[in-house]
C-alpha cells in the first residue's frame, strides 16, 4: 500500500542475511541492497539495478532509537577511492515507524480499500527528496507488511498477496542475466515464480 506511483525493483528485505551488520551498542543496521537479505525483480531492468549496486556496495545504515519503534534509513554508497558516500539528508531522506498491532480490523477483509489494508501494516516509511524542478521538495508514504515470521513460516494473507505481486514483476531474461553478471542463468531462475537474491559476499 503506498501514495506514489513508482514501482521499484526490489520486493522484500530479511534480517536473516549473514552480510547484515547489526550494532547493538548504537542500534544500528547496515544492510546491503545487493546482499543475501534482499530480494529483487527476475527481470532486464532489476539485473542492471542489482548489478550496479554490486559494484558500487550500495545499502542501508538503519539508525533506530532505543526501543526500535522509529528509524531514520540512510542511503549510502561505496565510491572506489573516496570510500563510504552518503547522501545529505537534506536531498533525499527516509524514516520508518513501527506501527501498533491491529487485532480488530485485521486481516483486511476481501475487497478492502488500500487506507483499510494499511491499518495492517507493521510499519511505516515515509520519504522526502528533493529536486530541482517543481514541487521541489517530495514526499510519498509507503507501508511495511511482514509475510514471514522468525521460525520462516508465511504470514497469511500477506504472503500470498506479496507472491502474487511478485509473479507480476516476473521477466527472466537469460541473456540480460549472463550480460550483467557473467554467468549463465540456473535453470530454476527461468520460471517465472521465481525472484533473485544476491549471493556475492560484498564484506569480502
Known amino acids: 500500500s503506498t501514495s506514489m506511483d513508482l ?18 551498542e548504537k542500534h544500528t543496521v547496515t544492510a546491503f541492497t545487493s546482499g543475501l537479505g534482499w530480494t529483487w525483480f527476475n527481470s532486464k531492468h532489476a539485473y542492471s539495478v542489482l548489478s550496479m549496486c554490486q559494484t558500487m556496495k550500495c545499502g542501508y545504515v538503519i539508525q533506530y532509537n532505543v526501543d526500535y519503534s522509529f528509524a531514520s534509513v540512510k542511503p549510502f554508497a561505496m565510491i572506489p577511492a573516496v570510500g563510504q558516500l552518503a547522501i545529505p539528508t537534506a536531498l533525499l531522506s527516509f524514516t520508518m515507524t513501527k506501527l501498533p498491532e491491529n487485532t480488530k ?24 527528496w528533493f529536486t530541482p ?10 507501508y511495511i507488511f511482514k509475510i514471514g515470521d522468525e521460525d ?7 504472503f500470498n498477496v506479496y507472491r502474487k505481486f511478485a509473479d507480476t514483476t516476473s521477466e527472466p ?20 515464480d521465481v525472484q533473485l537474491i544476491a549471493t556475492k559476499n560484498l564484506l569480502r
Open 133 to 142: 524542478y517543481p514541487p521541489f521538495l517530495n514526499h510519498a508514504v509507503y
Open 7 to 24: 514501482v521499484f525493483d526490489d520486493l522484500c528485505t530479511s534480517y536473516g542475511g549473514k552480510d547484515l551488520i547489526f550494532d547493538k
Open 105 to 128: 480490523d485485521c486481516p483486511p477483509k476481501a475487497g478492502a480499500t488500500k487506507a483499510e489494508v494499511s491499518k495492517c501494516a507493521a510499519g511505516r516509511r515515509d520519504s522526502s
Open 173 to 192: 531474461d537469460p541473456q540480460a542475466f549472463k550480460d550483467k553478471f557473467g554467468v549463465d542463468m540456473p535453470a530454476e531462475c527461468k520460471r517465472k
Open 152 to 158: 520462516h513460516n508465511p504470514i497469511q494473507p500477506y
